[in-house]
């Protein structure tokens, strides 16, 4: 049975149930969950889960790998470890790189860089501009997540502001459409008037006055009447606002929805007030808002509003991010904490298990159709993450894997950890350690 590893012991969560039993695996795929399964041969690998949670990967459907072109931030053989070690065995990155991802040949030479150096399962947003529709009719759906276009300028500009060419682009491609939503005109005017108060040196926590509750209702409200009027699949990324929820619906299931969105561990973690203590740590576009935001975003969660929970992992060095306020870049790094901070969540009685497992390992895989993957399931990929929720431990320097060295999360201490990580059946992180194990497989799509 060599290539054959059993994982005894286990609490497995999967599709709302957490079931007590083994898992084997052959090579990559689960070949068979049972309550019991025996030790078939002593070269077979044996991990003792001993009670613990068995979780399948976690699949980040937004995070900013910074390569190429940016790779002093972050790279992705860097953030893909920092992945694995958080419990994300998939992940799809965006588009804002240097050059943009916004031609067919660019796309290809991303997926070139992740077959050589990324640790976990990948693929890329495709990017919509002013003036691309042919090369955004020249992608293949079947091998590429989507297409991210960003409706108000973050970092790497690329935004698309005309109305005419958004309906076209809307009208004429059957790709998830993956936006970015603030309204620029809004942010532009909040702007003028703070820095001819403060110049430069704005207070970080004007930053959700800035980059207001109105700049973003507005803008999704519009993506979303777009969508309805071409028929276009859309999906909202990072809600921010209490407002932006009651514009998705619960009535339908997810498989269903033409129209879908995702809330990020920031928005759902920090507050308004954290702003006077964190800084710029905790400058993202959208930005943090208010407890009420932040509840409001939660419930929607729950109740199946909102669909998928993400990272918008962003990463930016100490150096950038000690800029005043107009010249200090908005996004952090999130990967590796954002398991952790859940089960965190689920610690305080906010979400249970299920729920985390739904919305951030089996509805990415669903809204993106992605192949064989998201579950804990006989057929499926063994992409599977082991956590111990009764193991306290702190954030800091020495265990922070992000190439940029930092972490919004420094200084917490979370009750729960992630005790090994396996990605197509290979264990790739162990107790703190990711092992020099290259597992990762470019992510193929049903579609």
């Not at 690329?158 to 109305?163: A, G, N, S, T």
């Not at 407890?291 to 909102?306: F, T, V």
Request: glycine content about 6%; hydrophobic content about 35%; aromatic content about 6%.
């Amino acid at each position: 049975m060599k290539g054959h590893t059993l994982i005894k012991n286990a609490k497995i969560v999967n599709e709302g149930k957490i079931v007590e039993g083994d898992i084997l695996i052959g090579d990559d795929i689960i070949i068979e969950i049972d309550s019991s399964i025996s030790v078939k041969s002593a070269d077979m690998t044996v991990i003792d889960a001993e009670g613990n949670y068995v979780l399948p990967g976690m699949i980040d459907d937004q995070v900013h790998f910074r390569e190429p072109g940016l790779t002093h931030k972050a790279n992705i053989e860097t953030e893909s470890k920092a992945a694995l070690a958080g419990g994300i065995t998939s992940f799809i990155e965006m588009p804002n790189t240097n050059p943009q991802t916004t031609t067919v040949e660019k796309l290809e030479e991303k997926f070139e860089i992740a077959a050589k150096s990324s640790h976990a399962n990948y693929s890329f947003m495709f990017g919509g501009t002013n003036d691309n529709l042919d090369e955004i009719l020249k992608v293949d759906s079947k091998t590429v997540a989507g297409l991210k276009l960003f409706l108000g300028s973050s970092t790497g500009n690329m935004l698309v502001d005309d109305p005419a060419v958004l309906e076209k682009i809307f009208s004429s491609t059957n790709m998830v459409i993956s936006v970015h939503c603030e309204d620029e005109g809004t942010i532009r005017e909040n702007m003028a008037k703070y820095k001819a108060e403060y110049g430069d040196d704005i207070p970080m926590e004007l930053h959700p006055i800035i980059r207001s509750e109105e700049a973003c209702y507005l803008s999704s409200s519009r993506a979303i009447e777009l969508a309805k009027k071409t028929g276009a699949r859309l999906h909202v990324f990072h809600l921010s606002t209490g407002k932006e929820t009651h514009l998705f619906t619960n009535k339908i299931p997810l498989e269903e929805k033409k129209i879908t969105s995702e809330v990020c561990i920031h928005h759902l973690w920090f507050s308004d007030e954290d702003y006077k203590k964190k800084g710029s740590h905790i400058k993202w576009n959208p930005a943090v808002k208010t407890a009420k935001d932040r509840d409001e975003l939660l419930k929607a969660l729950l109740d199946d509003r909102i669909d998928v929970i993400a990272t918008d992992h962003a990463p930016h060095t100490l150096e950038e991010k000690s800029n005043p306020y107009t010249s200090a870049p908005s996004g952090g790094p999130l990967v590796q904490h954002a398991l952790v901070a859940l089960l965190e969540m689920h610690h305080q009685g906010k979400i249970s298990i299920e729920k985390i497992v739904e919305k951030a390992c089996h509805n990415p895989a669903k809204l993106f159709d992605v192949e064989k993957r998201g579950y804990v399931k006989e057929g499926y990929y063994a992409d599977l993450v082991i956590v111990d929720l009764n193991s306290p431990w702190t954030v800091n320097k020495d265990n922070i894997l992000y190439k940029c060295g930092w972490s919004p999360f420094e200084g917490n201490t979370f009750k729960s950890r992630i005790t090994h990580t396996l990605l197509n059946g290979q264990l790739v992180y162990n107790n703190f350690k990711v092992l020099d194990v290259k597992a990762g497989r470019r992510l193929t799509f049903n579609r």
